[in-house]
């Protein structure tokens, strides 16, 4: 079983920049595909960013190209997503989530996770 807790949303102006953590709890935290994905009200759920465990390769959403890092950091069990020139469109809730699966690794599926956090609000003003 692994747990996943966010933090680090919060409100911010357009441009402007945040770091999400993701802490997670769990001994096989380095087995797993960990992803971020992202809710806006009345909108369904989206990828935003993903970390292969096997080959550390990082996959982005277009929206977010050149402006998210994602990282991971094994020692510490926690993933962050870095967050720049922030636009008003990013306003969401995010989302952390694992994925246990050995096999090919579809990092854009919501559906690939086993294991999801509980959120963090992030709202960007204009």
């Known amino acids: 079983q692994v747990q996943l807790v966010e933090s680090g949303g919060r409100l911010v102006q357009a441009g402007g920049s945040l770091r999400l953590s993701c802490a997670t709890s769990?001994?096989?935290?380095?087995?797993?595909?960990m992803g971020w994905f992202r809710q806006a009200p009345g909108k369904e759920r989206d990828f935003v960013a993903g970390?292969?465990?096997?080959?550390?390769?990082?996959y982005y959403a277009d929206s977010v190209k050149g402006r998210f890092t994602m990282s991971r950091d094994n020692a510490q069990n926690t993933v962050y997503l870095q967050m720049n020139s922030l636009k008003p469109e990013d306003t969401a809730v995010y989302y952390c989530a694992a994925d246990r699966s050995l096999s090919y690794y579809n990092y854009a599926s919501s559906n690939t996770y086993d294991y999801w956090g509980q959120g963090t609000q992030v709202t960007v003003s204009s």
């Open positions: 970390i292969s465990w096997r080959t550390d390769n990082i």
């Open positions: 769990g001994r096989t935290f380095r087995n797993h595909n």
